[in-house]
């Protein structure tokens, strides 16, 4: 939990940047490609954050609140046992 509640919204948008694996590009392999080509498509997004936001109730990824859920049992477990 957050001990200066301002600082809420701040932390959670930098943990779902960090770990919404919706907004990491998709995995490509390229066939008689020019290498340099492919390595600048396979690092643009599909999609933007916002058009996810929008879409994200219809795909398998994690909501909003699976993936603070996900990295607060994290922190809670593994981390914290480690530490």
């Given at each position: 939990?957050?001990?200066?509640?301002?600082?809420?919204?701040?932390?959670?948008?930098?943990?779902?940047?960090?770990?919404?694996?919706a907004l990491e590009p998709p995995v490509q392999v390229s066939f008689g490609a020019d290498a340099a080509d492919a390595?600048?498509?396979?690092?643009?997004?599909?999609?933007s954050p916002e058009a996810l936001r929008d879409i994200r109730h219809i795909t398998s990824y994690?909501?909003?609140?699976?993936?603070?859920?996900?990295?607060?049992?994290y922190v809670r477990g593994p981390l914290r046992e480690s530490v």
């Open positions: 939990e957050c001990t200066v509640e301002s600082d809420r919204k701040v932390i959670e948008e930098q943990i779902l940047d960090l770990f919404d694996e390595a600048d498509a396979a690092d643009a997004p599909l999609m994690p909501t909003r609140d699976e993936i603070l859920d996900q990295f607060n049992t």
